[in-house]
């Protein structure tokens, strides 16, 4: 049974880069239609789409975040990884990781999430 | 700011059902059949329970379900039970390949 775990550094200044990796046992997500994603969840309580990663490096993201965030995935490891430059408090949430049925687009199973918070 | 409108809360008494909405545009909802639908548990991760407007994943209970009307998509669950107490989310395919969620809602079993 796939199980997804998502890890990284919980704290970071503004203006920092965030680095996060998830790790994938039990399964793969680089078969068929699926991908690697990345979703977050505000304290508010929404969740947010970040994007996606296909097994050959296709990546997919929120226009909003699309000139900050990057993906990548390294197969080899069972791993991918976001990248998101430039952070502010308004990067503050919980992220997941999980894997996408890019076809139909729904998300599972859902990682750990893995809790950020952003303050000088 | 979410691009999908659900209700804040709902609650219900145990055995009676409720309806959650989810209300979007032709953009999303309207145009296309890919609704999913999230449960989540306090500090959980959010587990998918419903896709494709209406289809359980193995293992997700007969009293969940799902439907779609137009720009707005609907979870019921039937039967309520003190383990539905949660928040649920939906989500949906776009028309421009993206992926967007509601705003969540959160059911109370009184």
């Known amino acids: 049974q796939l199980q997804l775990q998502a890890s990284g550094p919980g704290l970071l200044k503004p203006s920092e880069t965030l680095s996060l990796t998830c790790s994938f046992s039990?399964?793969?997500?680089?078969?068929?239609?699926?991908?690697g994603a990345w979703i977050r969840q505000s304290p508010g309580g929404g969740l947010e789409w970040i994007g996606s990663?296909?097994?050959?490096?296709?990546?997919y993201f929120k226009p909003s975040l699309n000139s900050r965030a990057s993906i990548s995935i390294d197969t080899s490891k069972n791993r991918f990884s976001l990248t998101l430059t430039s952070v502010t408090a308004a990067d503050t949430a919980v992220y997941y990781c999980?894997?996408?049925?890019?076809?139909?687009?729904?998300?599972?199973?859902w990682g750990q999430g893995t809790p950020v918070t952003v303050s000088s | 700011q979410p691009a999908l409108a659900q209700p804040a809360a709902v609650s219900g008494s145990p055995g009676q059902s409720i309806t959650i909405s989810c209300t979007g545009t032709?953009?999303?909802?309207?145009?296309?059949?890919?609704v999913s639908w999230y449960q989540q548990h306090p500090g959980e991760a959010p587990k998918l329970i419903i896709y494709?407007?209406?289809n359980r994943p193995s293992g997700v209970s007969y009293r969940l379900s799902g439907s779609k009307s137009g720009n707005t998509a609907s979870l019921t669950i039937s039967g309520l039970q003190a383990e539905d107490e949660a928040d649920y989310f939906c989500?949906?395919?776009?028309?421009?390949?993206?992926?967007?969620f509601g705003s969540g809602t959160q059911v109370t079993v009184l």
């Open positions: 999980a894997r996408e049925n890019w076809a139909e687009g729904w998300f599972d199973p």
């Open positions: 039990g399964g793969s997500i680089a078969t068929g239609s699926y991908y």
């Open positions: 990663v296909y097994y050959s490096g296709t990546t």
């Open positions: 032709s953009d999303d909802v309207g145009g296309n059949d890919h």
């Open positions: 494709d407007v209406a």
């Open positions: 989500g949906s395919y776009t028309t421009n390949g993206m992926r967007v």
